[in-house]
């Protein structure tokens, strides 16, 4: 599969500060999906976008699907202490079927 | 709503042993996926299936590696002789035709420890 490339690779923040992480990929994805996971647990999703240009929000999460469809980027709006997780992308290219290209992910840490 | 279940959630094995891990999908679902995570690689796809038919297994390591569906409520990862290197969290994943606006459900995955 496609490796995106997902940064920050971490981030060390303090509760109530805005955080920002993206991803880029060399391929055109038709679909970006934005998972979180916790130690012990599985990938949990938080947002998708299916539209190049699609801007989408669930809660303080805001992401988007970028105009070239090779990159998307996470927002989240002040952080709380149980946003602490790692954050991944995931593109798909139907036509290369349903397989998702997974970033490497970004660990996030809020200190109270 | 019962998630993706698997068992089990933690296996720790000798090298040269056979290990079968096991995924239940969310029910109605038709497509199921399994994921190996590890430190260096993130996650990468293995194999997945669609209505029970293996359709995709060009992620699958080499031959020790085995995937079955027998039917839709059911799935085993096999890996026969296993290694040390094959020590990873295994993922199942779930999803409803295809993952075009209905996204792959995780379960809570399977840490394998080969010493």
């Known amino acids: 599969g496609q490796q995106l490339n997902q940064s920050p690779q971490s981030m060390f923040i303090q509760e109530g500060e805005d955080v920002s992480m993206n991803c880029t990929s060399s391929s055109i994805f038709n679909t970006w999906l934005w998972y979180k996971q916790e130690p012990g647990e599985g990938p949990v999703l938080l947002i998708a976008l299916y539209k190049a240009g699609e801007l989408t929000s669930n809660g303080r999460l805001t992401a988007q699907f970028g105009i070239t469809r090779k990159d998307s980027f996470l927002n989240i709006s002040a952080s709380i202490p149980s946003d602490v997780g790692i954050y991944f992308c995931a593109g798909q290219d139907s036509n290369s079927g349903y397989a998702l290209n997974f970033g490497k992910g970004t660990s996030l840490l809020v200190t109270p | 709503d019962a998630g993706v279940i698997q068992s089990p959630r933690h296996e720790v094995t000798e090298m040269g042993q056979e290990v079968t891990l096991r995924c239940k999908p969310i029910?109605?679902?038709?497509?199921l996926f399994w994921y190996r995570q590890t430190m260096m690689r993130g996650l990468e796809l293995l194999i997945y299936?669609?209505?029970?038919?293996?359709?995709?297994d060009s992620g699958m390591p080499e031959d020790r590696f085995s995937a079955k569906m027998p039917n839709a409520s059911f799935s085993t990862l096999k890996i026969q002789p296993s290694e040390p290197r094959d020590s990873a969290v295994y993922f199942c994943?779930?999803?409803?035709?295809?993952?075009?606006?209905?996204?792959?459900?995780f379960g809570d995955g399977t840490r394998l420890s080969i010493l």
């Open positions: 299936f669609n209505n029970n038919v293996p359709i995709d």
């Open positions: 029910s109605g679902h038709d497509y």
């Open positions: 994943a779930s999803s409803s035709e295809g993952t075009v606006n209905q996204p792959q459900h």
